[in-house]
């Protein structure tokens, strides 16, 4: 055979490796198709191809990897097993950034699925190799190294501190600062995936200055590095007072406020869960929110969402109005009651209607003027149907409950009482004739319409057991009235008088 056959043939091999690994790429990006590449040992067939003489072959090799391995977690499983990962990352450090960016994308594709497969990508020492991949000139592969950081990191506070004692933290730092807007978002959500876990995996990020380069970007045009810079801030704030007034500090308000009408919902949702976590911590950092105008800015924000998106909104509220009367009241005249109200009429998800009944709890519990702008707004007749239907949750009938009690305890606004009389349980209706009882004594006019709305009749009608607080309730009550009026509406008065009737002989 001459040189040049010889030559044709190599050529031919070369071909054919280059077509097939190609077409398993091409293959591999269909789900449907995954499952029958594994079935015919597409993995084993891969492998060796991770080694070739050739680039793109190595290159295109790992690509069809990591489209497979993305797919679910038995084919990510199935490169832990096949001894794929030690290959990968030792090819990281020394091949050009095309194949780096592939090796990088199935670390990645492994480490999405659970803590396990991320711990083995750890245990084969790829954090070292993507701390280099950080490093590179390249933004390709910074992005690429970035985002499988991100994955390993997201899953548990174990992982996050093994991607923190790789030395990672600084270079993603450095990252948000690179011109590259791919490689930003990557970076600031890496950092809100480590930052998440604890306080001291926050605290690691905030000691190398990101929460400066994060608040310099809010303002980005970019919606999706926006919503990875507000997560990343929210990550951060929620875990204590000092970090979230570090980022307070940071002056982003009230630049940030704007965002919460951004067009991009993800943003609006991440916006508004950094102001929850910063005013949820105590009542000098809610009442910062408060003056730079975050609390309007919040109930406008929530009328013009629906869904899921609200849910954080209603919860800031709760918190500024749980930590004193003027914070709670900086809620009711920003107009905050209604808007809760018509959030509470239109959702349908329990947990949202849950998160709602305590945010009124928390407004309405403080004095009577709180519970009274609670009350005008007919939320009582909601919170009791969501307490007493068999089809609400656990949750939601506890926070129902918990509001309702926790307002009336305060309310003095009887003609939203009332209604109650008719239509609570007994555990609902101790507080209702508690408040009656409180309040009749020292009101003419109260007294005279309670007994024309039907009120004292109802009261009289209540079987209550003598001695128990009820009972001393609606006797504080009748004590209100002349013996004859509370005999006149007690059951079986007008029996009695027809008894007289007929007993009485005329002279």
């Known amino acids: 055979m001459s040189q040049r056959q010889i030559l044709q043939v190599f050529e031919q091999y070369q071909k054919a490796r280059t077509?097939?690994?190609?077409t398993v790429a091409d293959l591999a990006a269909?789900?449907?198709?995954?499952e029958t590449l594994q079935n015919a040992g597409v993995m084993s067939l891969l492998r060796p191809l991770l080694l070739d003489a050739v680039p793109t072959i190595q290159q295109t090799a790992a690509l069809a990897l990591g489209r497979l391995a993305n797919y679910n977690d038995d084919l990510a499983e199935a490169v832990v097993k096949g001894d794929i990962l030690p290959q990968l990352v030792y090819s990281l450090a020394e091949q050009n950034r095309f194949y780096k960016k592939a090796a990088a994308f199935v670390l990645r594709a492994v480490a999405k699925h659970s803590p396990e497969l991320a711990q083995a990508v750890v245990d084969c020492g790829a954090l070292d190799a993507l701390v280099i991949s950080l490093e590179e000139f390249d933004p390709g592969v910074k992005e690429a190294a970035a985002w499988a950081i991100s994955y390993i990191a997201r899953h548990n506070a174990q992982l996050s501190q093994a991607v923190v004692d790789a030395g990672v933290v600084p270079l993603l730092v450095l990252c948000i600062q690179e011109p590259e807007i791919a490689l930003k978002r990557v970076a600031a959500s890496a950092l809100s995936d480590i930052a998440k876990h604890s306080p001291e995996l926050a605290q690691t990020v905030v000691d190398t200055g990101a929460i400066a380069h994060l608040a310099q970007m809010i303002l980005n045009p970019d919606a999706k590095l926006k919503r990875q810079v507000f997560s990343a801030l929210s990550q951060i704030a929620k875990h204590s007072v000092d970090v979230a007034e570090m980022v307070v500090e940071a002056e982003i308000f009230p630049a940030a406020l704007v965002c919460l009408k951004d067009p991009d919902?993800?943003?609006r949702k991440n916006v508004a869960t950094l102001i929850r976590e910063i005013t949820k911590h105590n009542p000098e950092l809610s009442q910062i929110i408060v003056n730079v105008g975050g609390v309007a800015a919040v109930i406008d924000y929530l009328g013009d969402s629906k869904g899921?998106?609200?849910?954080?909104?209603?919860?800031m509220l709760g918190y500024v109005?749980?930590?004193s009367e003027n914070l709670a009241m900086a809620v009711i005249v920003s107009k905050g009651v209604p808007q809760l109200a018509i959030c509470l009429e239109e959702e349908q998800e329990?947990?949202?209607k849950a998160a709602t009944a305590w945010a009124f709890g928390q407004i309405g519990r403080h004095t009577p003027e709180h519970a009274k702008a609670v009350a005008v707004a007919n939320v009582f007749p909601k919170l009791l149907n969501l307490y007493l239907d068999t089809e609400s949750s656990e949750d939601l009938q506890v926070k129902a409950k918990k509001a309702l009690k926790s307002i009336l305890q305060k309310c003095t606004y009887l003609p939203a009482l009332e209604p109650l009389l008719y239509e609570a349980p007994s555990n609902i209706l101790k507080h209702v004739i508690c408040q009656f009882s409180k309040v009749l004594p020292h009101d003419s006019k109260a007294r005279r319409l309670f007994v024309t709305?039907?009120?004292l009749k109802k009261v009289q009608e209540i079987k209550a057991e003598?001695?128990?607080?009820?009972?001393e309730y609606i006797n504080a009550i009748n004590n209100c009235y002349p013996e004859e009026i509370v005999r006149y509406y007690s059951p079986g008065y007008s029996e009695t008088l027809l008894e007289r009737i007929d007993n009485y002989q005329p002279v």
């Open 265 to 267: 919902e993800y943003v």
């Open 453 to 455: 709305s039907g009120g």
């Open 466 to 471: 003598p001695g128990s607080a009820i009972q």
């Open 308 to 315: 899921n998106v609200r849910l954080p909104g209603i919860m």
């Open 30 to 34: 269909r789900p449907q198709n995954t």
């Open 350 to 352: 329990d947990h949202i």
């Open 321 to 323: 109005a749980t930590h």
């Open 19 to 22: 077509q097939f690994v190609q």
